[in-house]
């Protein structure tokens, strides 16, 4: 329960600190592409229209799943889809929505690779993907994202060995990699992560001794 716990007080406080504003927002140009390249790579008559919202008659902050900046009025903080029914990939475009802290998508039907221009998002604090279909690996580059606190992968088609890049995220806390098709064992290095709470890695393909460090927080 406590790994758990922790991903929805992510949410709950992300919601609760962040009012978006719309009257009288500039738009961003990247940001707004960058949307619409998300729209793209879904079928939309597959996920019922599920982003019908996101058209021009609107500005993009009213768009369903969509809150933008306090500050930067005009700059996407959080993409929330979680349960929407979405069937499609993610775009590499997302790696272009700069100030993105919160990706939520789980309990969809996303497949495809884990786009490695998520790693070009340095704000990026929660990483949320679970339940979809993701296959290859984890992009080693997920370790550029050095705010990143959560990352949740469980349920996904994900192969291949856990990155050792992963170790250098110091601001992570939860980790969860459950429900996967790895190969070898979670890299020792990641034991070392002083900000690490909790790792969840069930029903993989994982063997080897575990160290010391992670057995504490498994």
Request: proline letters at 4%; glycine letters at 8%.
């Amino acid at each position: 329960m406590a790994e758990w716990l922790l991903i929805v007080l992510y949410t709950a406080l992300v919601w609760w600190c962040n009012i978006p504003f719309t009257f009288g927002m500039s738009t961003n140009e990247t940001d707004r592409l960058a949307l619409l390249a998300f729209k793209a790579a879904i079928d939309d008559q597959a996920s019922f229209g599920a982003l019908s919202s996101w058209n021009d008659s609107v500005h993009y902050s009213d768009w369903n799943g969509i809150l933008c900046s306090r500050r930067h009025r005009d700059r996407i903080v959080q993409l929330n889809l979680t349960s929407k029914g979405l069937v499609g990939s993610l775009t590499p475009y997302i790696g272009n929505l700069s100030f993105l802290r919160i990706i939520m998508l789980p309990n969809n039907s996303f497949h495809g690779t884990i786009p490695e221009e998520i790693g070009h998002l340095f704000r990026l604090q929660v990483l949320q993907l679970s339940n979809n279909s993701f296959g290859n690996g984890i992009p080693n580059n997920l370790s550029r994202c050095s705010h990143l606190e959560a990352l949740v992968l469980v349920n996904n088609h994900l192969s291949g060995n856990i990155p050792s890049q992963l170790s250098s995220l110091s601001k992570l806390q939860g980790l969860f990699i459950g429900k996967n098709k790895f190969l070898g064992t979670v890299p020792p290095s990641i034991g070392n992560l002083s900000s690490l709470q909790v790792i969840s890695f069930p029903e993989c393909n994982l063997h080897g001794e575990i160290s010391e460090g992670i057995a504490k927080l498994w």
